[in-house]
């Protein structure tokens, strides 16, 4: 695997680099965006007063060489550094165990988690279990946090979890999802490289794009959505619908990368005050079938989402179909909402991600276990129409024909 180049030419209205302090993000810390910010990683840490680090990542961060970066300028400040490169896509229980034992062993008082969510969401769980005096699992299955956790920074590798600026974490056990939102999983710092998704190839640029496209098109269609959260909404999703395509297909187009990264980031600062719909719920069930990246999971239950929705946020959809790049004027505001839930599924083509679950390999006579456990242990308050279990089964209908119907 060829290690990662951070020396490409930088056009110069993408050379700004700047702070950003906002809800979740307690002052005097925040989000550094920009490009080669990741090598600020030690005056951070340094600020932050971090003595003993514990680097999460994976395998491949170590490959491309990014690990040997962000560790390099985090012992160029003097701290110590402890590596754990074993964070497994989609992580269980047993890599959050065995960071909890590893951190608890070298009385690290500073986590940084490196990588795409799965990192992310290992480094905050481990940063919380290691002051609460809670293993893992009790943490996951009690959902109580009381204590603060260690200082945090996080730097994605992707642009899609968000989970850098997430309150919300997932693990699993078995084939079961446990997810948890507490404000202790806040970073003090999330460093946001656009130069560090350039790694990415075209399926994991294109699944952690809809990732976050899920995250904003789930905050506008919430019963909580309001004008602060729509704001960054909206202009997450027309950043998608405009720069996915270009990453997926040329991931050397850095105004591509650099606009994804900011997508993925301020959608998910849009969820944080809303929270997730039946895509998500969807993601953790299908993953109880069968291996299953999150994002594609988020992705394959989004337009049909949409659709179910529709008559409840007709507006709000045919607003996201503007922000899509769409003339609306001249459409009812019906037709408008139908068109948004058509442009989401269009994208994905364009893609190349799954539209259906026949394609995807799913069996037909699993689907009214799929819509059980998605009504019953991923129901969701705050989605703006009640789904009932004969709606859900519908739902899961044509998702497996991979056509979206009004149900």
């Not at 959505?225 to 996915?244: C, H, M, Q, R, W």
């Not at 459409?331 to 679950?357: F, I, N």
């Amino acid at each position: 695997m060829a290690r990662i180049q951070l020396d490409f030419e930088i056009p110069t209205h993408l050379r700004r680099e700047f702070v950003f302090q906002s809800t979740g993000m307690h002052p005097p810390n925040g989000i550094i965006f920009g490009f080669n910010t990741a090598k600020k990683v030690g005056e951070q840490a340094k600020k932050l007063g971090g003595r003993q680090a514990i680097l999460v990542t994976d395998e491949v961060m170590a490959q491309l060489g990014i690990v040997e970066l962000v560790k390099g300028a985090m012992e160029k400040e003097g701290l110590k550094v402890e590596v754990f490169a074993k964070v497994d896509p989609e992580p269980h229980i047993e890599t959050a165990d065995a960071l909890y034992e590893m951190v608890c062993q070298k009385k690290s008082d500073l986590v940084v988690g490196l990588g795409g969510g799965s990192s992310m969401d290992m480094a905050k769980l481990t940063s919380i279990v290691a002051t609460n005096e809670q293993k893992p699992f009790e943490i996951m299955e009690k959902q109580v946090v009381n204590k603060p956790a260690l200082k945090k920074i996080l730097i994605p590798t992707t642009a899609g979890t968000g989970s850098e600026v997430s309150k919300y974490l997932v693990v699993s056990k078995g084939n079961d999802k446990y997810f948890i939102g507490t404000p202790y999983a806040y970073a003090e710092i999330a460093i946001i490289d656009p130069g560090l998704t350039v790694s990415m190839p075209p399926n994991v640029t294109a699944s952690t794009g809809i990732d976050a496209l899920s995250h904003a098109i789930d905050s506008l269609m919430n019963k909580l959505a309001n004008p602060f959260y729509d704001s960054l909404a909206f202009a997450g999703v027309e950043l998608i619908a405009k720069y996915l395509r270009r990453a997926t297909f040329d991931g050397q187009d850095i105004e591509a990368r650099y606009y994804m990264a900011m997508a993925a980031t301020i959608s998910m600062m849009s969820m944080n005050g809303t929270g997730a719909l039946y895509s998500h719920s969807i993601s953790y069930v299908l993953s109880m079938f069968q291996p299953l990246a999150h994002g594609i999971g988020c992705g394959v239950g989004l337009p049909y989402t949409m659709a179910f929705n529709l008559p409840m946020v007709e507006e709000k959809q045919a607003l996201i179909a503007r922000a899509m790049g769409e003339r609306i004027e001249s459409l009812s505001a019906r037709t408008a909402a139908q068109l948004a839930a058509e442009l989401v599924y269009d994208l994905m083509a364009d893609v190349k991600m799954p539209l259906s679950l026949k394609e995807m390999g799913f069996k037909h006579e699993d689907l009214p276990k799929m819509a059980e456990v998605c009504i019953t242990r991923y129901p969701r308050g705050n989605n703006p129409r009640p789904m009932s279990k004969e709606q859900c089964l519908a739902l899961f209908e044509s998702m497996w024909e991979g056509m979206i119907v009004s149900i």
